[in-house]
């Protein structure tokens, strides 16, 4: 019998040579700000609908990532769940993207139910409008997190119990939040600089935390397949199943579960259908459960298995952007602090009109991505920014998210 099985049967701590793998799967696509905003302030209500223009119609970009991504990653997917009945993957989806399922792909929503009943895929909490809201309002936080709950069991028939913060971005008060929500365990990036020299290959528990897990992204491996994976210039293109199996085993003993977190659009919309992608996913599984010990996990699974190691003290904000892993993909210039600080000034009143297109509207001027499209860091991570942007230039986006927060205000005071 191995190992792992007799454990587990016995209810006993399994201390493995060969770490589990956590596979999950980040799903969001923001509703942009349509730029004909610009000649219509105090006329035209409707931000997030542009005709006109391709890189804005959000109707055209959302079909385009469920036929690069959504339908065949999602179709691959269950074909590997059918297939190895130790495969195991988990999700989250924004209330955003979820909404644009209902509206334009229902029949990728039938997928992942699909997939989801066979017991071994994992969906996780998070932020319903993928904000920012932690860093701002509280209450906020709050609700969105339970509206994204409830939407959560509507679909799927599942309550989460891992939370996901946008962006992954953390810091110890946030895991105490999510703690206080019901929440059992929380992703964060396992950047150097909270570790210090230690792996993110180990469970931890958040600094004042004692009921709550902490899994961390090992970046490196992760990358290896969301961003380095069609480089031809990299030293290690190809990547191979094989390859990339090799390199699992080398944390053989050093370490209980390897988290491999990335966005969804990995597949298929970031790494193209030609170059491999698909196939490379395909085969990972098989080549990975070669190995005897070898098994996958949730994060619920590991947190039941596997216990913290240490607290991990995180005073400071963390994420999973750019090579600085802080929040300046975000907040690192004045039009992004200047546009953010206008829209959550808008709270009080915005709760206090009672109507619910206008909150509607705010709460979907919350979404990350809006900041994101402003960043001005134009270094290494230039060419990220602006492959995932629509407009022009930081400066375009900002002036196009000014006029529609503009025409917010406007509404407020109307209503006041």
Same mark, same amino acid.
């Given at each position: 019998?191995?190992?792992?099985?007799?454990?587990? =049967?016995?209810?006993?701590?399994?201390?493995?040579?060969?770490?589990?793998?956590?596979?999950? &799967?980040?799903?969001?696509?923001?509703?942009?700000?349509? /730029?004909? =905003?610009?000649?219509?302030?105090?006329?035209?209500?409707?931000?997030?609908?542009?005709?006109?223009?391709?890189?804005?119609?959000?109707?055209?970009?959302?079909?385009?990532?469920?036929?690069?991504?959504?339908?065949?990653?999602?179709?691959?997917?269950?074909?590997? !769940?059918?297939?190895?009945?130790?495969?195991?993957?988990?999700?989250?989806?924004?209330?955003?993207?979820?909404?644009?399922?209902?509206?334009?792909?229902?029949?990728? @929503?039938?997928? &992942?139910?699909?997939?989801?009943?066979?017991?071994?895929?994992?969906? *996780?909490? #998070?932020?319903?409008?993928?904000? !920012?809201? &932690?860093?701002?309002?509280?209450?906020?936080?709050?609700?969105?997190?339970?509206?994204?709950?409830?939407? %959560?069991?509507?679909?799927?028939?599942?309550?989460?119990?891992?939370? /996901?913060?946008? #962006?992954?971005?953390?810091?110890?008060?946030?895991?105490?939040?999510?703690?206080? @929500?019901?929440?059992?365990?929380?992703?964060?990036?396992?950047?150097?600089? %909270?570790?210090?020299?230690?792996?993110?290959?180990?469970?931890?528990? +958040?600094?004042?935390?004692?009921?709550?897990? %902490?899994? *961390?992204?090992?970046?490196?491996?992760?990358?290896? %397949?969301?961003?380095?994976?069609?480089?031809?210039?990299?030293?290690?293109?190809?990547?191979?199943?094989?390859? &990339?199996?090799?390199?699992?085993?080398?944390?053989?003993?050093?370490?209980?579960?390897?988290? !491999?977190?990335?966005?969804?659009?990995?597949?298929?919309?970031?790494?193209?259908?030609?170059?491999?992608?698909?196939?490379?996913?395909?085969?990972?599984?098989?080549?990975?459960?070669?190995?005897?010990?070898?098994?996958?996990?949730?994060?619920?699974?590991?947190?039941?298995?596997?216990?913290?190691?240490?607290?991990?003290?995180? +005073?400071?904000?963390?994420?999973?952007?750019?090579?600085?892993?802080?929040?300046?993909?975000? @907040?690192?210039?004045?039009?992004?602090?200047?546009?953010?600080? /206008?829209?959550?000034?808008?709270? +009080?009143?915005?709760?206090?009109?009672?109507?619910?297109? !206008?909150?509607?509207?705010?709460?979907?001027?919350?979404?990350?991505?809006?900041?994101?499209?402003?960043?001005?860091?134009?270094?290494?991570?230039?060419?990220?920014?602006?492959?995932?942007?629509?407009?022009?230039?930081?400066?375009?986006?900002?002036?196009?998210?000014?006029?529609?927060?503009?025409?917010?205000? *406007?509404?407020?005071?109307?209503?006041?």
């Amino acid at each position: 019998m191995p190992y792992l099985v007799m454990c587990q =049967r016995l209810r006993v701590k399994c201390f493995k040579n060969v770490p589990s793998v956590c596979f999950y &799967f980040q799903v969001h696509q923001p509703l942009r700000v349509g /730029r004909h =905003r610009n000649f219509a302030v105090g006329k035209e209500h409707s931000y997030f609908d542009d005709e006109s223009e391709i890189k804005l119609n959000n109707r055209h970009i959302f079909q385009k990532v469920s036929r690069n991504c959504y339908i065949p990653a999602t179709r691959v997917i269950v074909e590997l !769940l059918e297939r190895h009945k130790e495969f195991k993957v988990s999700f989250s989806f924004s209330g955003i993207v979820l909404e644009q399922f209902e509206r334009w792909a229902p029949d990728v @929503l039938d997928l &992942f139910r699909q997939a989801i009943k066979t017991g071994r895929v994992e969906i *996780l909490g #998070e932020t319903y409008y993928h904000s !920012l809201a &932690f860093l701002h309002s509280k209450n906020e936080f709050r609700r969105q997190v339970e509206m994204h709950r409830a939407k %959560i069991k509507a679909l799927f028939g599942v309550m989460p119990r891992i939370f /996901r913060n946008t #962006e992954l971005i953390y810091r110890n008060d946030i895991a105490a939040e999510a703690s206080a @929500l019901g929440f059992a365990g929380i992703l964060a990036e396992g950047a150097n600089k %909270i570790l210090k020299g230690r792996s993110p290959n180990f469970i931890y528990r +958040p600094q004042g935390v004692s009921n709550m897990g %902490i899994l *961390l992204k090992n970046y490196r491996l992760s990358d290896d %397949i969301a961003f380095r994976f069609s480089d031809r210039s990299w030293n290690e293109w190809p990547l191979t199943a094989p390859k &990339f199996t090799q390199w699992l085993s080398m944390h053989n003993g050093s370490g209980e579960v390897i988290n !491999l977190f990335m966005d969804y659009e990995t597949f298929g919309e970031h790494q193209w259908e030609e170059s491999g992608i698909f196939d490379f996913l395909r085969a990972l599984p098989g080549e990975t459960l070669k190995h005897p010990d070898c098994d996958f996990v949730t994060p619920s699974e590991a947190l039941r298995r596997y216990a913290p190691s240490a607290a991990l003290d995180i +005073p400071y904000f963390v994420s999973w952007a750019d090579e600085e892993r802080d929040l300046s993909a975000w @907040l690192s210039n004045s039009m992004q602090t200047e546009a953010m600080r /206008r829209l959550y000034a808008l709270e +009080p009143k915005v709760s206090k009109t009672d109507d619910p297109q !206008l909150v509607e509207d705010w709460r979907r001027m919350q979404t990350s991505d809006h900041f994101y499209y402003m960043c001005t860091k134009w270094f290494s991570d230039g060419d990220v920014h602006k492959y995932f942007s629509p407009y022009e230039s930081p400066d375009d986006a900002f002036a196009t998210y000014m006029d529609a927060l503009k025409d917010l205000e *406007l509404r407020v005071e109307a209503v006041r």
